[in-house]
């Protein structure tokens, strides 16, 4: 006999042919044995071909039935009436043409020449630069073509942060970039700080990218700047205001580490919205301050531009109006001009020969007095402190020379100073200034 064991379902996955079964009852339709479904969304994908007889022309008619499970009917799945015709074609050149027109380039035609469709090509071109930058709370009209980056120089509006220099393309980039900027002073030494000026020297070797920022910003507003990224032998002396937001630059300086004709300035740019509050005399005055310090006189590189020499020859001036008038009538050499200002002797023949000071002796060929209108002298010192009251303090100065050996050693032997003329001059205070502040950049 027989013993028939009933078979228990299997636990887990359904049969294969119950989940065709669902499948099928889903969309409302038997499914045979032996029969293939295809997946849903394959299916919801298929397109049938209708021909249109009476139009002339095929269109693609999507199947209502399984398309996006009958959600969207056939008119609105129907895609082709948002291609472009030929009026929006006609609209879209007339607003490039146009563009480009205003923009200085030539329009394209239909059948002749097209338009640039790379940035480089359009930069090329239309001659794309940077005419205003947005510079902490203020928007700087630019002087000149600073070359900035292919990507930067077709945007006519740059937003640079004042504390370390970046410049951005658009606004939401520069706010979101102040808000996460830690850096609130330059990347440097601060040397100097009387009330809230203050100055820092950064080394272009180890602030690389700083520097290039701060050439590529000091090239808009210098036309015979050249140096723009070897920045590596050269110091800078960032000027600073300081407030309760950090330090806020107002201009700067640089000089070469080692220069072998002596110069102490190689070029000095104030932002225009600094400007005329006397920062260039006192960044002029700081530089010869350092020369001062180092035991060598100095002077800025040549050749000067218009306004360099304007401010310069207004510094010299001063300086040595000041050392003559406190003489009281002694004789004094022009050596001894060139150990109390620092200045060279070149520099102090050149400005006493300007202002008409420098005569020759009757019967004594080759020698010179300095003839001084005291008068004269008195009313221009007096008119260039009340324009200019603002002074460098050398007490506040906490600086070292760059390689003071190596500077000694190397400097020529009619430009150095005496060792007892440097120490002396080291910790003197000379009043330098100039009565033309109309431009601080040279």
Aim: glycine share 8%; proline share 5%; with cysteine.
């Amino acid at each position: 006999m027989a013993v028939t064991t009933p078979v228990k379902p299997r636990r887990g996955r359904p049969p294969k042919s119950a989940t065709k079964a669902a499948a099928a009852a889903a969309e409302g339709t038997e499914a045979d044995e032996g029969t293939t479904l295809e997946p849903a969304a394959k299916r919801r994908r298929t397109y049938t071909k209708k021909s249109k007889a009476a139009e002339g022309g095929t269109s693609l008619e999507l199947d209502e039935r399984v398309f996006f499970s009958n959600r969207l009917s056939a008119q609105e799945a129907d895609t082709t009436q948002f291609i472009p015709g030929g009026e929006d074609r006609s609209m879209f050149d007339e607003a490039r043409a146009s563009a480009c027109i205003a923009e200085g380039g030539v329009a394209a035609t239909e059948g002749g020449g097209t338009t640039p469709s790379t940035p480089s090509a359009v930069a090329g071109m239309v001659g794309y630069q940077v005419k205003k930058i947005r510079f902490g709370n203020y928007i700087i009209d630019s002087w000149y073509i600073s070359p900035f980056p292919d990507e930067y120089s077709r945007h006519a509006l740059l937003y640079i942060c004042e504390f370390c220099l970046k410049y951005m393309k658009s606004e939401y980039t520069f706010k979101r970039h102040c808000q996460k900027c830690m850096l609130r002073h330059p990347p440097g030494d601060e040397i100097y700080r009387d009330d809230n000026i203050s100055v820092f020297e950064v080394d272009g070797r180890k602030n690389k990218i700083y520097c290039q920022n701060l050439c590529l910003i000091g090239k808009m507003y210098l036309d015979t700047k050249t140096l723009f990224y070897d920045v590596e032998p050269f110091l800078f002396y960032i000027l600073c205001e300081y407030d309760a937001q950090g330090y806020h630059f107002a201009g700067y300086y640089s000089k070469e580490k080692r220069s072998v004709q002596g110069y102490n300035l190689s070029c000095i740019m104030i932002l225009p919205s600094k400007q005329r509050e006397g920062y260039g005399k006192l960044l002029i005055e700081f530089s010869y301050l350092l020369s001062k310090k180092e035991g060598v006189p100095g002077s800025p590189e040549k050749p000067l531009s218009d306004f360099g020499l304007l401010s310069y020859r207004s510094y010299w001036r001063r300086a040595i109006y000041e050392i003559l008038l406190a003489c009281g009538g002694a004789t004094v050499s022009i050596e001894d001009l060139a150990g109390q200002t620092g200045m060279t002797v070149d520099d102090i023949i050149s400005t006493l020969q300007t202002d008409g000071m420098l005569h020759r002796l009757p019967g004594t060929p080759g020698n010179y007095a300095i003839v001084a209108d005291t008068k004269k002298t008195e009313e221009y010192v007096r008119k260039a402190r009340e324009k200019n009251p603002r002074r460098i303090d050398p007490s506040k100065l906490r600086w070292a020379p760059f390689l003071i050996k190596a500077t000694l050693a190397t400097a020529p032997p009619d430009r150095r100073l005496s060792t007892s003329t440097a120490a002396a001059i080291g910790g003197t205070h000379v009043n330098v200034t100039s009565d033309n502040d109309d431009d601080d950049d040279e």
